[in-house]
């Protein structure tokens, strides 16, 4: 919840390549751990943030899905929203929503009125209210016949968002909603194709296509600012969820659960499957393991105790039978919340939906599919766990251990909810929060996990531990956490505090920045988490009043009086305590492998020869089916738009490039709610190379250090207490066109306009003021950097590989990797050692790098806001910039460098791989064109999707073209093969050779892309967008060019470019991070083929 604080704190080590861009830059935020290979790089400073992703994804919502990969360099550079923002979206909808609960005896019938349209569609009116939050009139409609409930808001943003969410509660952990929420986007009633979701993600405008899977319920989100666009995929996603082809082909149930494979009946029989991979890949990530078994151990007796994603070793006893019948009884109306946002027409919406609705009767599944409360134990319990870790590290300082809390049996009052979400913030939302700084600063761990207070579920949680702990430390880790909560229930929190937690949820809501998630999805995955058990749907969205109750309370009681009983009875005097403890087992991997592999070679002595024989046949069976494209009848069901709904110009952004006191200015004149958006840029190509990788431990020095006059409790609390936020990161990126890359220090800062004048103070004093003289704070940072980085190398591998290859073919990426790869891992290992015996020469060095940066020459500064702010803000720039130093432009370092080009494996302890190949096509002689962005968006979607995902089996494979540096790359994502998927990848330029295609194709792809290049953005992601622009020399009349020779892509350029691809194939470069066993493997089959590298 506290994660619009986490932006106000974010502190730097954002590697920030437009190539490579965070999460955020992508317009689905969700979708994306796939796609954006160095997303994890760039996501956050501090780990708290980072596990809390991994926490939303696997714990509170384990099996929260990405579906779709989509990587685009292009549009991910068009689309740059707020690097630190992730945190920001994604808590968004969890900062109030839990403060909304509702009396549990919410009745639709309570309220109502009578509507004559809804009517004659089938739907009586159950109520309808105007919510100021939001500024939408939003109706709760219910559909007569099968009670299927339906929110319709109604309000002036373009952005339209549908979705339909069932409550699918699991038994077992054979997977079945998440197999489910795969399956039924592959190809229904009136889209008999293999997969219409894959038809919509090539060649529809959307903002948003994905569906998830969370504990007890499944949701299926789309939008799109193209009115025509948005009902499309309504129908298509409607269709989908009521009358999908899964529930009678087995084949599907098979390719995306799981099955037997047997190539030829001398070979081993091994297990195949999309979810099964995917949940391989979550089982081999601590930080998930640790996620699940904290859920399971706090919620042993309802739904949450098993696994709705899946646990690989119980998905295969999930038979064909089981999965139908959960379609059956869970995909129906009666059991369906429906959600409609945006500015298109309120009866329209009620049409579609009754086409639909009425084909079906009223069915008990909404009582059936009720989940339980669990009951509170009367006494804590202590759950001992192991997870996989690598052979030879340090496995006694691996240990982790959480404390777990089950805070309710009974759905808490508004207020309450709110306070606690408030005083979750106080704990943990920023590196000065007192619990948190307390237990990084024991010593006794590298990084917080648990995610303290989660509210998703029917009950709420708290959570919060260490990991990197000696054995003999667990203790000491846990009675530290109990006596903390104790201090702070007597002694209370500091009025300074509380005012930046104040203002910073103030400011965030006033804001309502959603990133490139949509407003209204955001929307309605608040209300949906209350609506989701029968509580009122309303309440979420409102959050002003329960806000003024809880400040007013503070204001005439004081904080201790409002936060001190809750600490005491929800967390101390709690009896439903959990405490897990997690330990590192070097041979947990292989045990796990074996398991496997005895149960498949029983399975295999059990079959005759004709069972094998018929096993082989069925492979193939399925081979051939994955492999045969669909039918041009069949593309052509799936709508889509023409070329003429295509705007032919670009989205421009207002950009005027002006000057203050000698330094540039450029200002983007937009309505941003009063809010004012800067960046200060600074060269860094003046840096000593071997200073690089510092650069981020500086970043998050600059916010974490403190001054002379101010502590960093007191700087942090200032920037809470003034601004909406305050961040610091590198970016560097090639400049297309020129040998030497762009390399940039960006401060980024937001205040409302009446604190411009704040805001660059602050701003200022973090730059010059700031002393890097607190060594046991640093020795923290680089503790949290170093858990982070293994932490990504487990969980994303696809982007260590990605930016490994990066830094063989460019020296931009290079650089990059000094700052976020291995070569990054590696370094902060020897910095751990170094931090203890040469302290002084690592401040020194610290203030080089200030020193080399921090000058008027090469600054830069970006402003967005509306033109009176603009205007007004302009004297407190100049003030900055006048206290800035002036030195003499210092000669450029010399940073051409690469590191050389071998394949190398990276092993670690997984049980899946991340496998890329890539080479500099501007190398090659290959001149960009438009074209190019369709292309790879085309063989994405269609060749290494069937070949990689859907018959190779892994969770992803895309390709990815940064169009900067020339760098063309292959990457798979949760993949089970290594060598076989790089001969997938050298199938392509045959594949764009052979390919016959009608008109439609490349009108899909083209209609796909122009989606991407324009995704929606709101105001600060367009004047970031445009700052990176004018950076990276791109002009309007390149973007022009660009869009028609888009639009103007025919299937000649599709095999034109299979030459450019063949230089991958012949000359590119390998980099896996692979398994020691695959690896093995490999180097036995293609003798020394990888240079190997033990990464953990
Ligand atoms: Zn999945």
Redesign the pocket.
């Known amino acids: 919840m506290s994660y619009t604080i986490l932006h106000s704190t974010t502190t730097s080590s954002h590697h920030h390549r437009p190539s490579k861009p965070p999460l955020t830059m992508e317009r689905a935020v969700l979708l994306r751990s796939i796609t954006s290979r160095a997303a994890p790089a760039c996501i956050r400073s501090f780990s708290r943030s980072s596990h809390r992703l991994s926490s939303i994804r696997h714990r509170l919502i384990p099996?929260f899905?990405r579906?779709s990969p989509l990587g685009h360099d292009f549009r991910r550079h068009i689309s740059t929203a707020l690097p630190s923002l992730v945190q920001f979206n994604s808590r968004f909808s969890h900062i109030f929503p839990k403060a909304i609960a509702t009396s549990p005896q919410f009745s639709p019938d309570a309220v109502g009125g009578y509507d004559e349209a809804a009517d004659k569609l089938g739907f009586e009116k159950v109520s309808e209210q105007f919510i100021e939050e939001c500024k939408s009139t939003t109706i709760l409609y219910r559909h007569k016949k099968t009670g299927c409930e339906v929110m319709s808001v109604l309000n002036d943003d373009e952005n339209k968002v549908f979705g339909v969410v069932f409550r699918t509660p699991p038994k077992d952990s054979t997977g079945i909603p998440?197999i489910l929420?795969?399956s039924v986007l592959c190809g229904s009633r009136k889209y008999p194709l293999k997969e219409p979701f894959v038809e919509l993600l090539k060649g529809s405008l959307h903002t948003f296509l994905n569906a998830f899977t969370y504990p007890d319920r499944t949701c299926y989100p789309v939008a799109s600012t193209n009115t025509k666009d948005f009902y499309n995929l309504v129908d298509v996603y409607l269709d989908a969820v009521f009358f999908p082809k899964c529930v009678e082909d087995i084949q599907t149930f098979q390719q995306e659960g799981w099955h037997y494979e047997l190539n030829d009946p001398s070979e081993e029989i091994t297990y195949k499957g999309v979810?099964f991979n995917?949940m391989k890949g979550v089982y081999s990530q601590p930080d998930n393991i640790l996620g699940r078994t904290s859920q399971q151990a706090v919620f042993p007796d309802n739904a949450y105790g098993v696994d709705s994603g899946g646990d690989p070793q119980v998905i295969p006893a999930l038979t064909f039978e089981e999965f139908k019948d959960f379609h059956r009884k869970y995909y129906h109306p009666s059991n369906a919340r429906i959600w409609f946002y945006g500015d298109d027409d309120a009866n329209e919406r009620l049409r579609i939906l009754s086409e639909y609705l009425d084909m079906f009767e009223a069915s008990p599944a909404r009582l059936e599919s009720k989940i339980e409360t669990q009951k509170l134990f009367s006494k804590p319990v202590r759950v001992v766990e192991k997870y996989p870790a690598a052979e030879g590290g340090d496995l006694k300082k691996n240990h982790m251990v959480c404390l777990n809390w089950l805070l309710s049996d009974e759905p808490l009052d508004l207020e309450t909810e709110l306070a606690l979400g408030f005083l979750d913030h106080l704990l943990l939302g920023t590196p000065a929060s007192p619990l948190r700084k307390i237990l990084l600063e024991s010593g006794l761990g590298d990084a917080i996990v648990g995610g303290g207070i989660e509210d998703e579920l029917l009950q709420p949680q708290f959570s919060i531990g260490l990991k990197g702990v000696s054995d003999e430390n667990i203790q000491k880790v846990e009675a530290l956490i109990m006596t903390t909560l104790e201090n702070l229930a007597n002694e209370g929190f500091n009025m300074e505090a509380v005012e930046a937690s104040m203002n910073t949820i103030e400011f965030s809501l006033r804001e309502n920045n959603t990133g490139s998630f949509p407003r209204g999805l955001a929307l309605m995955l608040r209300a949906v988490g209350k609506w989701i058990y029968d509580l009122d749907p309303f309440e979420p969205l409102k959050y002003q009043e329960p806000l003024a109750a809880l400040k007013a309370g503070i204001e005439k009681e004081g904080s201790k009086a409002v936060f001190a009983p809750l600490i005491e009875k929800y967390i101390l005097n709690n009896t439903h305590r959990v405490t897990i403890e997690m330990q590192p087992d070097p041979e947990k991997a292989s045990k796990d492998e074996a398991v496997e592999r005895e149960n498949l070679d029983r399975v295999k002595q059990s079959m005759t020869e004709e069972d094998l024989a018929e096993l082989t046949r069925l492979t193939h069976e399925l081979k051939l089916k994955q492999e045969t494209p669909d039918p041009p009848e069949a593309l052509k069901s799936v709508p889509s738009l023409s070329l003429q709904d295509i705007p032919k110009k670009p989205i421009q952004i207002p950009i005027e490039v002006g000057d203050i006191n000698g330094v540039k200015v450029l200002q983007h004149d937009l309505f941003t709610n009063d809010v004012l958006y800067s960046e200060i840029v600074f060269d860094m190509s003046s840096l000593k190379q071997e200073l690089l990788p510092l650069v981020p431990l500086f970043c998050q020095s600059l916010l974490e250090m403190g001054t002379k006059d101010l502590d960093f409790v007191q700087l942090n609390q200032l920037i809470g207490r003034k601004t909406g936020g305050i961040s610091v990161f590198p970016f560097t990126s090639s400049k297309r066109g020129s040998d030497t890359p762009i390399s940039h220090i960006i401060v980024r800062g937001k205040a409302m306009s009446a604190r411009t004048e704040d805001l660059f103070h602050l701003i200022n004093c973090i730059l010059q003021d700031v002393q890097f003289t607190d060594q046991r704070r640093f020795k923290q940072f680089v503790s949290q950097s170093k858990a982070r980085m293994e932490n990504r190398l487990r969980g994303s591998g696809h982007g260590i590989a990605a930016a490994r290859m990066d830094a063989k073919l460019n020296s931009a990426g290079w650089i990059g990797e000094q700052m976020g790869g291995i070569s990054y891992l590696e370094f902060l290992k020897d910095l751990e050692e170094k931090v203890e015996h040469d302290w002084s020469g690592i401040s020194a060095s610290l203030e080089e790098i200030r020193k080399s940066l921090l000058s008027k020459n090469g600054c830069l500064v970006n402003l967005t806001s509306d033109g009176k702010n603009l205007k007004n803000s302009e004297k407190h720039v100049g003030k900055f910039l006048d206290l800035l130093p002036t030195t003499s432009s210092v000669a450029s370092a010399s940073w051409n460098t690469r590191i050389p080009s071998i394949n190398e494996a990276i092993v670690i302890p997984t049980q899946v791989n991340y496998v890329g190949k890539a080479a500099n096509l501007y190398e090659t002689g290959y001149q960009l064109k438009g074209s190019a962005y369709v292309i790879s968006k085309h063989i994405s979607n269609t060749w290494l999707w069937d070949r990689v995902r859907v018959s190779g089996g892994a969770y992803g494979g895309f390709c990815d073209f940064d169009t900067h540096s020339g760098v063309f790359s292959f990457l798979s994502y949760r993949d089970p093969n290594l060598l076989k998927t790089l001969d997938i990848y050298d199938g392509t330029s045959d594949f764009l050779r052979q390919m016959e295609m009608d008109d439609d194709t490349p009108t899909k792809a083209i209609i796909g892309t122009i989606g991407d290049v324009d995704s929606y953005q709101l105001p600060d992601a367009k004047g970031y967008s445009s700052l990176l622009r004018y950076l990276l020399g791109i002009t309007e009349e390149e973007r022009q060019v660009r869009r028609e020779e888009i639009l103007s892509t025919r299937l000649s350029d599709f095999q034109d470019f299979a030459n450019a691809i063949d230089a991958i194939k012949d000359k590119g470069v390998v980099v896996a991070v692979a398994s020691p066993d695959d690896t093995d493997a490999a180097n036995k089959e293609r003798p020394n083929f990888f240079q190997v590298k033990k990464a953990l």
Do not use: I, M, Q
């Open positions: 099996n899905h579906r998440h929420e795969h979810v995917e």
